[in-house]
């Protein structure tokens, strides 16, 4: 594959913490975007979130170069006066900036879009909000299980009738949130090709989770009647739920009414297509609590090796329910360069995920380890055009800080 990467020369400061718009910073990085982490000199919070239960342990700091990989790292104390002249510098430098500081804080440091677009009129500025730029809400704070989880309908909705709520996988409000504020990054460049202007964009993790709920939310916008939250020994549609086979695996079938006989023959009871109770789809909703016993009792017969066989063959649309340390050993994620090789983060940590967006016959940046905090500090200044002494008055002003990065 080709090696001209896409936003190859395109150049991105990231100030955002955490993992939405870090997350976007990193597929742009994906394709050749040259990206500046810039950190304040305690360090993205984040760098110890793998630390914070109910975060998976390990010896490495898995999420920190998952979501800041092919960075450099600048460490920048915003709050001094001398951090000015700093930030207008990376402004004038960037093609893209990424920010999700509270606005409230975001006016006391003065990087707002009013305050820093006038250095730079190609700037795409790109912010990421909780609950969005407006409303009276717009000034909350957000994470992911608040804002795109519980906010948006959706934490509500995943469970089992009598369940309460539970603990969504961490960050996965936030990956989904980082592609939509790279879709906003990508479409102001459209623009800005076509005009020579910058722009704008935001997108929040209200919006991300409204979206992926959108089923549910235009359901109820049209004033829709919902089924009760799922019960998987009565089901509204016993062809679409959770089953257990001999060897405990757990397995979801999904499958349209003109699949059902090859259902009935491929388990071994084609008498089920005679039998009245389930003649048509609306009598099979109606005695679904039957005809989830019996295919319970059917399906706790065989192992799953049988059943794969069985609806691969019919070509029935299933799909075994894997925990983490399963899923990364399916042969899919490596052929489609899901999981990628990941350079120099860690003795244990030779893989990383790669972001979700292939372009054929363009090879994506290898992946190399998230950078330590203010690790390129240096270098990015004088690149910036600071000479030594003003670099040294950085540090002595503490703008920039004068110890070497902690490692991440």
């Known amino acids: 594959?080709?090696?001209?990467?896409?936003?190859?020369?395109?150049?991105?400061?990231?100030?955002?913490?955490?993992?939405?718009?870090?997350?976007?910073?990193?597929?742009?990085?994906?394709?050749?975007?040259?990206?500046?982490?810039?950190?304040?000199?305690?360090?993205?919070?984040?760098?110890?979130?793998?630390?914070?239960?109910?975060?998976?342990?390990?010896?490495?700091?898995?999420?920190?170069?998952?979501?800041?990989?092919?960075?450099?790292?600048?460490?920048?104390?915003?709050?001094?006066?001398?951090?000015?002249?700093?930030?207008?510098?990376?402004?004038?430098?960037?093609?893209?900036?990424?920010?999700?500081?509270?606005?409230?804080?975001?006016?006391?440091?003065?990087?707002?879009?009013?305050?820093?677009?006038?250095?730079?009129?190609?700037?795409?500025?790109?912010?990421?909000?909780?609950?969005?730029?407006?409303?009276?809400?717009?000034?909350?704070?957000?994470?992911?299980?608040?804002?795109?989880?519980?906010?948006?309908?959706?934490?509500?909705?995943?469970?089992?009738?009598?369940?309460?709520?539970?603990?969504?996988?961490?960050?996965?409000?936030?990956?989904?949130?980082?592609?939509?504020?790279?879709?906003?990054?990508?479409?102001?460049l459209y623009r800005r090709e076509r005009t020579g202007k910058g722009s704008y964009v935001t997108t929040s993790l209200l919006a991300a989770g409204v979206w992926a709920s959108a089923v549910s939310a235009q359901a109820a916008l049209s004033d829709a009647t919902f089924f009760p939250l799922h019960d998987r020994a009565n089901p509204p549609n016993a062809t679409f739920n959770v089953y257990r086979a001999a060897d405990d695996?757990?397995?979801?079938?999904?499958?349209?009414?003109?699949?059902?006989?090859?259902?009935?023959?491929?388990?071994?009871?084609?008498?089920?297509?005679?039998?009245?109770?389930?003649?048509?789809?609306a009598k099979q909703a109606a005695n679904s609590a039957q005809l989830t016993a019996i295919l319970d009792q059917t399906f706790a017969s065989q192992p799953m090796a049988h059943w794969r066989e069985v609806f691969e063959q019919a070509h029935l649309t299933f799909g075994v329910v894997l925990a983490p340390s399963e899923v990364i050993k399916d042969p899919q994620l490596r052929a489609n360069d899901i999981v990628v090789p990941l350079d120099g983060a860690g003795e244990n940590l030779k893989f990383t995920i790669s972001s979700p967006l292939q372009v054929h016959g363009i090879a994506k940046v290898p992946a190399t380890r998230a950078p330590e905090l203010g690790e390129h500090s240096e270098e990015i200044l004088k690149q910036l055009g600071f000479n030594t002494n003003e670099i040294d008055s950085l540090r002595t002003s503490g703008a920039v800080p004068k110890a070497p990065g902690r490692a991440a």
């Open 249 to 281: 695996t757990w397995f979801v079938i999904v499958l349209t009414p003109d699949k059902w006989p090859a259902l009935a023959n491929g388990i071994g009871r084609p008498d089920l297509l005679t039998d009245a109770r389930f003649a048509d789809p």
């Open 1 to 188: 594959m080709a090696n001209d990467n896409i936003f190859s020369g395109l150049k991105v400061v990231d100030l955002a913490s955490f993992i939405a718009g870090p997350g976007a910073a990193v597929i742009l990085s994906d394709f050749g975007a040259d990206v500046i982490k810039v950190e304040p000199p305690t360090g993205d919070t984040w760098r110890i979130g793998y630390k914070i239960p109910p975060q998976p342990r390990a010896k490495d700091n898995y999420p920190w170069h998952l979501n800041n990989r092919n960075k450099r790292g600048l460490a920048l104390d915003l709050k001094s006066p001398e951090a000015r002249e700093v930030l207008r510098r990376l402004v004038e430098w960037a093609d893209v900036l990424i920010v999700n500081t509270p606005h409230p804080a975001r006016e006391k440091l003065k990087l707002g879009y009013e305050d820093v677009a006038p250095w730079n009129p190609r700037l795409i500025y790109a912010d990421v909000t909780g609950y969005g730029d407006n409303g009276p809400d717009a000034q909350l704070p957000g994470f992911d299980i608040t804002a795109y989880w519980a906010r948006s309908g959706l934490l509500s909705l995943t469970r089992d009738a009598g369940a309460p709520p539970t603990l969504p996988v961490s960050g996965s409000g936030d990956h989904a949130t980082a592609v939509s504020l790279y879709s906003a990054i990508v479409t102001a």
